[in-house]
């Protein structure tokens, strides 16, 4: 996978994310809004990518990286 994003009008790209469950006793569930997400490695192995979902499910101490398709459009979103 090519880990960059695109400058241009359409948007169209990847960006990789490493998310980390540090909790203790809960799942942690990763999106981000209007994007699809593939995972690429699991707890720092390659793994075989699957298909792509709205959001992953970690557990606690478990890390994914992901990449995450950037293919939405821009509504001018505010993110708190």
Known sequence: FKCSSSSGSSGSGFVRFRVLNA???M???FWVD???VLVVAVD???VKPG???MSVS????Q???VMVQCNAAN???RYK
Do not use: I, K, M, Y
């Open 23 to 25: 909790g203790t006793n």
């Open 27 to 29: 799942p942690l569930r």
């Open 34 to 36: 209007r994007h699809p």
């Open 44 to 46: 720092g192995e390659p």
């Open 51 to 53: 298909q792509w979902e």
């Open 58 to 61: 970690l557990v606690p101490g």
């Open 63 to 65: 890390r994914f990286d």
């Open 75 to 77: 509504r001018n979103a």
